[in-house]
T-cell receptor
Framework: GQQLNQSPQSMFIQEGEDVSMNCTSS?????WLWYKQEPGEGPVLLIA?????ELTSNGRLTAQFGITRKDSFLNISASIPSDVGIYFC???????????FGKGNQVVVIP | DAGITQSPRYKITETGRQVTLMCHQT?????MFWYRQDLGHGLRLIYY???????DKGEVPDGYVVSRSKTENFPLTLESATRSQTSVYFC????????????????FGPGTRLTVL
């Protein structure tokens, strides 16, 4: 199956700092999704993007759908301890029922 | 609003036994999916279903069987469990074709952690 490339794989950040992560693909997607997974839980949808160039915010989270439609980024501003978790990107090619997933970014916030 | 639930949350079984993992959603979503999550592999699609009585293979279907007699339920059966099927299993659902922004977003259940001894 198709894989998305997420970088970096893990990040240790100081509380209060901003953190950015991105997701790239070799093919074009019509939808980009960002999920957060906490230990012992399923992925929870954070932001959904449906249009190239779209910039969407959800509280301290901001995500953008890349103009080329082959990438997306997620930014967390002013990180807090509860931001700890694994952040997954997912993308859907047009005319396809399946999502492709990145392997996730592990975020650790140091108080 | 129960959303999407999975049971059991934890299961330990032995090699060769049959195991069924349950998934139930209350949204009347058309599509349902089963994934497994393993270190180093991320989320991999096992099977999915577009509607009741319609199922299709995903990326890693071998050793698994699904059925969908009702829209709200999508059980996953391991007919003869193997150690390589030790994993965390997630069920997900999404609406069918309809509104312009709702079709692609999948919503996940809390997962079932399965250990095969």
């Amino acid at each position: 199956g198709q894989q998305l490339n997420q970088s970096p794989q893990s990040m240790f950040i100081q509380e209060g700092e901003d953190v950015s992560m991105n997701c790239t693909s070799s093919s074009i997607f019509n939808t980009w999704l960002w999920y957060k997974q906490e230990p012992g839980e399923g992925p929870v949808l954070l932001i959904a993007l449906y249009k190239a160039g779209e910039l969407t915010s959800n509280g301290r989270l901001t995500a953008q759908f890349g103009i080329t439609r082959k990438d997306s980024f997620l930014n967390i501003s002013a990180s807090i301890p509860s931001d700890v978790g694994i952040y997954f990107c997912a993308g859907q090619p047009g005319g396809n029922n399946r999502l492709a997933f990145g392997k996730g970014n592990q975020v650790v916030v140091i108080p | 609003d129960a959303g999407i639930t999975q049971s059991p949350r934890y299961k330990i079984t032995e090699t060769g036994r049959q195991v069924t993992l349950m998934c139930h959603q209350t949204w009347s979503h058309s599509y349902m999916f089963w994934y497994r999550q393993d270190l180093g592999h991320g989320l991999r699609l096992i099977y999915y279903s577009a509607a009741a009585d319609i199922t299709d293979k995903g990326e890693v279907p071998d050793g698994y069987v699904v059925s969908r007699s009702k829209t709200e339920n999508f059980p996953l059966t391991l007919e003869s469990a193997t150690r390589s099927q030790t994993s965390v299993y997630f069920c997900a659902s999404r609406p069918g074709a309809g509104g312009p922004t709702s079709t692609d977003t999948q919503y996940f259940g809390p997962g079932t952690r399965l250990t095969v001894l």
